[in-house]
């Protein structure tokens, strides 16, 4: 069939195959093309690892490292040739195919990762093929979990917290600058979305890997995080999403005690803002976003997840030395965005931003390239007028 996307509020209902497999394609290049990273790891686990910061990491691990990989996600496949597969699902497939053709172990487990079972078949597959990890990369994005001991179900939410908050955003389908209100969480909401978003299932998989004996002495493990500037901080930080990454942050400095004394780390790593499947559901964000993308593309310092991943692997965790951390204790990818430079002209932007100039003063038209190409569209040198098999 001929796939052409399909856009229903922040996600897109169809997938490209061969788009998808290009971009994954894109990446492994551009890791192929940097220096190996000599003091890399070799068993790698990435839970949460079909798109973005999680798929990123598989690639610079198998690819920047030679490591081994299994990776866990959650991804649906097509429907008798008439829905499409994911493209967290075309991007697995894709990894998949072009390690074995490398000649690096692969291993693709598609299943709740919160659940007893799936986390049994990660440890089946280390145990057959690995050993022990070395590397627990945790990025999952999920908005629910069922917690496997007690069967509840939880669903995050995406709100302030305290009071109301109101500010601009962007309207994706018109272009315009919009006015949002969000109403404020309940305590209810926000003890949900810790318990999805949170560090506990975090924990549970350095738990499961520990108790079969699979965590190497000296193993790394790393979540990812944001922090962002203060115009986001009444939605993230300081809203529902923030109360979940200060659980997974203090889960972080449990995780590293408890590593420390078999010589091993636990680490969370602060990311740049990008165009996510996650992220674009946030209202307020993207129109960060958009003006981000202007500023650090005109000073030369634009990011995909794919550089920041490198530099997170080449320049911070695998360089022999201690790994550099903030006051905090967490490794800071987000630098060049939080350059005080960068920041000073987004806030400027920020201010002055409207819908009639929103497109000089923001790269609304990035924005929309960077959304389309998570689902493989929009990619160099496929041809999206061919007959594809979804």
Known sequence: MIVAPKIRGFICTTAHPVGCAANVREQIEYVQKQPKINNGPKNVLVVGSSNGYGLASRIVAAFGCGAKTVGVFFEKESENDKRTATAGWYNSVAFDAEAKKAGLYSKNINGDAFSNEIKAEAIKAIKENMGQVDLLIYSLASPRRTDPKTGILYKSTLKPVGAPYTNKSIDFETDGIISVTLPSATPEEVAHTVAVMGGEDWELWVEALEKEGLLAPNAVTVAYSYVGPAVTHAVYRSGTI????????????????????????????VNKALVTQSSSAIPFIPLYFTILMKVMKDKGLHEECIHQMTRLFAERLYTGKAVPVDEEGRIRVDDWEMRDDVQAEVAKIWQNVSSENVKALADVKGYH?????????????????ADVKI
């Not at 997974?248 to 995780?255: D, N």
């Open 242 to 269: 923030g109360a979940a990454k200060d659980h997974l942050e203090a889960t972080a400095r449990k995780l590293d005690e408890r590593l420390k004394k078999k010589g091993g780390r636990a680490f969370i790593s």
């Open 369 to 385: 390239e960077g959304f389309l190409k998570l689902f493989g569209f929009g990619v160099t040198d496929v041809d999206y007028n």
